[in-house]
């Protein structure tokens, strides 16, 4: 211990904390409403667990959040206001990153073209270029059509494998 009350031990993890910057991820609307569906079957339940454990981790700030104004529009959409207003305070409270129409849709709309050329929906496509615009490491989804999709500069996930990939749990 130094004359702070540190040990060798927190000193070096909070060096490391300081010069590795923090992962920073996109969530879309469909990952977002994942514990709103049907938790009988397996895979949404275990889609669930692994998304909340995700928002409990930029909660307590040890990854980055982008959102965008695709999300705010899908957001206000939901017609269950319980939801909307749940979604909404998260995104209000965490997110670090975010893209607006004003600035961004001409950027995003040009990536997204490319994007649906691959057969990738509209909306998902805007989804994805907010997410790579935002510099985002990861685009988690829960979407199968979107999960298809390849890119050198984003990697797509579902919340499950996303927390197999970062090493999630304490049974490393």
Known sequence: ??????????????????TQPKIRIYLDNCCFNRPYDDQSQLRISLETQ????????????????????????????????????????????????????????????ELAKEITATGVKSADAIHTACAILANCDYLLTTDDRLLKYRSDRIEVLDPIEFIKRIGGGNDD
């Open 1 to 18: 211990m130094d004359e702070s009350g540190r040990s060798t031990e927190q000193k070096k993890a909070e060096n490391i904390s300081q």
């Open 50 to 109: 692994a998304k909340l454990y995700i928002q409990g981790m930029i909660a307590s700030d040890e990854f980055e959040l982008a959102s965008s104004y695709m999300l705010d529009y899908e957001c206000s959409r939901n017609p269950h206001e319980m939801r909307r207003s749940t979604i909404r305070s998260f995104l209000d409270k965490n997110t670090v990153v975010y893209l607006d129409e004003a600035n961004y849709k001409e950027q995003v709309d």
